[in-house]
T-cell receptor, first 111, second 113 residues
Framework: DTAVSQTPKYLVTQMGNDKSIKCEQN?????MYWYKQDSKKFLKIMFS???????INETVPNRFSPKSPDKAHLNLHINSLELGDSAVYFC??????????FGDGTRLSIL | DQQVKQNSPSLSVQEGRISILNCDYT??????FLWYKKYPAEGPTFLIS?????DKNEDGRFTVFLNKSAKHLSLHIVPSQPGDSAVYFC????????????FGKGTSLLVTP
């Protein structure tokens, strides 16, 4: 039973489109995160939600909008996709100071 | 600006020997450090962690050492096994930033038979 699951695993789309990535965790954690791994393999925090409240919002274009309908879900919506958005997006969750558990990533390719 | 650095992109070690992966950080506010292991097409998997009040933490074949004055930590794997071949990420966090992880760029470890 997957602890942190992301859908879709692969996403290929054209520049200018709007797309969403979904994340669900069944660990009962209070905090969820989105990370971006760029072409240089550098993993960087984008957002963090605690109990459906946004607590971290790094310098990310406002085309990216996270939404947390409940504490088990954190979705990422991206408007007007650009070439530079091509990356692997990882969702993670944690409870307090416990290590974060990661999903397997969503590979986004912009044509 | 990158606050966590792994200066060795790759490391090759013979099976049975010790693997030592190094990590340096610049932010003195970091108080929790972790190592993650990553296989291709999978998410990072937690390996071992250490809080800033300790200087060593051990879990089976894996030991993490923390030198706060030097802002340096290392991961020792002994004995190394072929299944340990993966990319290893060092990460650091602080309470003020909600414990979001700051990652290094990773070290690709290859353990040869």
């Amino acid at each position: 039973d997957t602890a942190v699951s992301q859908t879709p695993k692969y996403l290929v789309t054209q520049m200018g489109n709007d797309k969403s990535i979904k994340c669900e965790q069944n660990l009962g954690h209070d905090t969820m995160y989105w990370y971006k791994q760029d072409s240089k393999k550098f993993l960087k925090i984008m957002f963090s939600y605690n109990n459906k409240e946004l607590i971290i919002n790094e310098t990310v274009p406002n085309r990216f909008s996270p939404k947390s309908p409940d504490k088990a879900h954190l979705n990422l919506h991206i408007n007007s996709l650009e070439l530079g958005d091509s990356a692997v997006y990882f969702c993670a969750s944690s409870q307090g100071l416990t290590p974060q558990h990661f999903g397997d990533g969503t590979r986004l390719s912009i044509l | 600006d990158q606050q966590v650095k792994q200066n060795s992109p790759s490391l090759s070690v013979q099976e049975g020997r010790i693997s030592i992966l190094n990590c340096d950080y610049t932010n003195s506010m970091f108080d929790y450090f972790l190592w993650y292991k990553k296989y291709p097409a999978e998410g990072p998997t937690f390996l071992i962690s250490i809080s800033s009040i300790k200087d060593k933490n051990e879990d089976g074949r894996f030991t993490v050492f923390l030198n706060k004055s030097a802002k340096h930590l290392s991961l020792h794997i002994v004995p190394s096994q072929p299944g340990d071949s993966a990319v290893y990420f060092c990460a650091a966090s602080e309470e003020n930033s909600g414990y979001a992880l700051n990652f290094g760029k990773g070290t690709s470890l290859l353990v040869t038979p």
